[in-house]
């Protein structure tokens, strides 16, 4: 698919539509509101809606504006600067939001898939069908969704995952890729050392997390490299984590801190505990509940939302980490 165009984030500026109906019928209401769902707006307050500046987007206002004044509706479009109310990083998190709630219901959609190809059911001739037609949605809807996903949504990564994992039980291969990623993780550890270790910027939990995880038992040191290219390859001395393609990234079920934990061949139930607050938080599945998530949760938020700069974010959580994970350890001695 063609590269599409992002906006400059440290510039910060956006685009608004505001428009208003005259009193008549909801439906063009609703088609307008469908409209500006397909292109990525969000609605800011009733009937203003933003998009990152960018020319794509000025297309897509001018296009619905045009609809707008052919139903009688009164509408403009301004180019915007926010300077209080909101900050560019709300902004931003209003679009990932959106965004990580598309990738979510899709990830479900996939997972029912591989339920239904579980259980030996793989062989079975309707069902591997049915499969198949769900990967074919997916991968179409995932292209969507990414075409509106103007700042790396961090629920992308799990539904990549999901999507391959469907895509290998449908081919009949998941066994032995599973088997072929163990035999390169026991291989890929003897030769991790001083590598550059390379993740999408804009790092949240996962990724803050596995950074941590990565200097404390993988690579000592450890540099990180940050790129907004999702298609990003890999030169000599790299290795990627936690994004599309990535060498160590969501597994399954598993987060991507969780994969690499399972790399190190730890048997440490301090760093389990880590692992299981660092899934809640990432898949928000609240599949093991621990007291510690929600507290940790607002802890990170508040790293993230204090600084823009990565490894900024990386040094202040890997000290959360650390701190967590010794308390773990003294809690359970």
């Not at 339920?115 to 059911?121: E, F, N, T």
């Not at 939302?305 to 000290?319: C, F, K």
Request: proline residues 2%; glycine residues 8%; aromatic residues 8%.
């Amino acid at each position: 698919m063609p590269a599409k165009p992002k906006s400059n984030a440290a510039a910060a500026d956006w685009l608004l539509l505001v428009y208003q109906f005259p009193a008549g019928p909801d439906s063009r209401r609703v088609k307008v509101w469908r409209r500006l769902q397909s292109v990525g707006a969000i609605a800011i307050k009733n009937s203003v809606y933003v998009l990152p500046l960018n020319e794509q987007s000025q297309e897509d206002f001018a296009w619905l504006l045009k609809e707008l004044q052919g139903s009688g509706a009164d509408g403009a479009i301004l180019e915007s600067r926010f300077v209080n109310g909101m900050s560019d990083e709300q902004i931003r998190q209003l679009f990932n939001d959106a965004r990580n709630a598309d990738y979510l219901l899709l990830q479900h959609e996939v997972e029912s898939a591989i339920v239904g190809l579980r259980d030996d059911k793989v062989n079975d001739e309707a069902v591997r069908e049915n499969a198949n037609r769900s990967l074919a949605r997916a991968r179409k809807r995932i292209d969507e969704i990414d075409s509106i996903d103007f700042f790396d949504a961090d629920g992308r990564v799990p539904v990549e995952a999901a999507i391959r994992e469907l895509a290998e039980l449908t081919s009949g291969k998941l066994g032995h890729v599973e088997k072929e990623g163990r035999n390169m993780a026991a291989v890929a550890m003897q030769d991790l050392g001083g590598r550059v270790w390379v993740t999408r910027r804009g790092v949240r939990v996962d990724r803050i997390a596995s950074a941590w995880l990565i200097r404390r038992w993988i690579d000592a040191g450890a540099r990180f490299k940050f790129t907004a290219d999702k298609q990003y390859k890999p030169t000599r001395g790299e290795i990627r984590f936690d994004m599309v393609d990535a060498e160590f990234t969501h597994e399954g079920n598993l987060c991507t801190f969780e994969v690499l934990a399972r790399l190190t061949g730890q048997n440490d139930a301090a760093l389990t505990s880590v692992g299981e607050i660092v899934h809640d938080i990432d898949l928000k599945d609240a599949k093991f509940g621990r007291p510690e998530t929600e507290g940790i949760a607002h802890v990170l938020a508040g790293i993230v939302a204090g600084t823009d700069d990565d490894d900024q974010r990386i040094e202040r959580g890997s000290a959360l980490f650390e701190d967590l994970y010794r308390y773990f350890r003294t809690a359970q001695a």
